[in-house]
T-cell receptor
Framework: GQQVMQIPQYQHVQEGEDFTTYCNSSTTLSNIQWYKQRPGGHPVFLIQ?????EVKKQKRLTFQFGEAKKNSSLHITATQTTDVGTYFC??????????FGAGTRLFVKA | DAGVIQSPRHEVTEMGQEVTLRCKPI?????LFWYRQTMMRGLELLIYFNNNVPIDDSGMPEDRFSAKMPNASFSTLKIQPSEPRDSAVYFC????????????FGPGTRLTVL
């Protein structure tokens, strides 16, 4: 079945360093979403990418969707302690069935 | 808007007991999702509904699990009988935009089966 692989599983950074998480799908996706889950919280939608090669920015966050629509990345520039949490990608091949990656948990040391 | 509402927030029960989790989606949303989150398996989609009709229940682990949506503002996920391996956080989420799949998650129910 469809799988969405996400790496790394964990990332420890010093505040001010950059952070990147990568997502790869076994099948071509119609779109990909990114969510953030704070410790003890629930996933919160960040963004959706639909077009091949799409790049979107939200302040210090940059999201990319690969040309083949099978991979994606989230890059955070100059991390802050408020960025702590788990970042999930979620792939969709059509309809509303969404497959979540395992998530990358980000730790930021002040 | 109150967002997606789930109850109870925490549930502790003994193996073999019936457990019922409840969800109220955001008003106007016509898609409702049930997820289970564990350390080992991550976030898994169990089932989702569109206009109260189950569309895909391929993620429901076994016959002990059942989900219903009797109306647009209420859904239940039932486990009968419960087992320790069912311990997890269960999230309900809702969505409405067919071209933009943003899902709004509830706070979750943390289930512990002893």
């Amino acid at each position: 079945g469809q799988q969405v692989m996400q790496i790394p599983q964990y990332q420890h950074v010093q505040e001010g360093e950059d952070f990147t998480t990568y997502c790869n799908s076994s099948t071509t996706l119609s779109n990909i979403q990114w969510y953030k889950q704070r410790p003890g919280g629930h996933p919160v939608f960040l963004i959706q990418l639909v077009k091949s090669g799409e790049v979107k920015k939200q302040k210090r966050l940059t999201f990319q969707f690969g040309e083949a629509k099978k991979n994606s990345s989230l890059h955070i520039t100059a991390t802050q302690t408020t960025d702590v949490g788990t970042y999930f990608c979620a792939g969709n091949t059509g309809g509303f069935k969404t497959i979540f990656g395992a998530g990358t948990r980000l730790f930021v040391k002040a | 808007d109150a967002g997606v509402i789930q109850s109870p927030r925490h549930e502790v029960t003994e193996m073999g007991q019936e457990v019922t989790l409840r969800c109220k989606p955001i008003s106007g949303h016509d898609y409702l999702f049930w997820y289970r989150q564990t350390m080992m398996r991550g976030l898994e989609l169990l089932i989702y509904f569109n206009n109260n009709v189950p569309i895909d229940d391929s993620g429901m682990p076994e016959d002990r699990f059942s989900a219903k949506m009797p109306n647009a503002s209420f859904s239940t996920l039932k486990i009968q009988p419960s087992e320790p391996r069912d311990s997890a956080v269960y999230f309900c989420a809702s969505s409405w935009d067919r071209t933009y799949n943003e899902q709004f998650f509830g706070p979750g129910t943390r289930l512990t089966v002893l």
